[in-house]
């Protein structure tokens, strides 16, 4: 599965701190939900890797993804994404929050979590 929602990237150095993190946010998303798909590497590849202001928070972490999209082949960014968070046996990145709360994946914060959504009306198919 390979996700290919188009990321907005943008070149103004204007952007406001609420924007800048939503978009954060979405390509943290992206990345942790499937592989990143061809439109998206191709992006990364492309991005501009200095920032408004030297010494950023997310200067560094952000030249890293960029220099890993541009050095790896799409194929072996599918490959780590399903070792890290796939595979058979214990993956080695959870990406599931109930793990890291209570040690297990199917614990009380999934129960009470599925409790809330019920309450809401959202159920699983």
């Known amino acids: 599965m390979s996700l290919s929602i188009p990321l907005e990237i943008s070149s103004s150095s ?3 701190e609420e924007t800048a993190r ?26 501009a890797t200095e920032t408004p ?8 972490p952000w ?8 050095g790896m082949s799409d194929t072996a960014i599918h490959n780590e994404f399903d070792a890290l968070f796939g595979g058979v ?3 080695e990145v959870y ?10 994946l ?9 409790g809330d959504l019920a309450r809401l009306g959202l159920a699983r198919d």
């Open 14 to 16: 204007a952007l406001d």
């Open 106 to 114: 199917n614990e009380k914060p999934l129960a009470a979590l599925r």
């Open 22 to 47: 939503a978009e954060v946010y979405g390509l943290l998303s992206q990345l942790l939900y499937a592989p990143p798909g061809p439109p998206l590497l191709a992006q990364l590849r492309v991005a």
């Open 63 to 70: 030249r890293h993804l960029v220099g890993v999209a541009r």
């Open 53 to 60: 202001a030297a010494g950023a928070f997310l200067e560094e």
């Open 95 to 104: 990406v599931f929050g109930s793990h890291y709360l209570s040690g297990f």
């Open 89 to 91: 046996g214990k993956p």
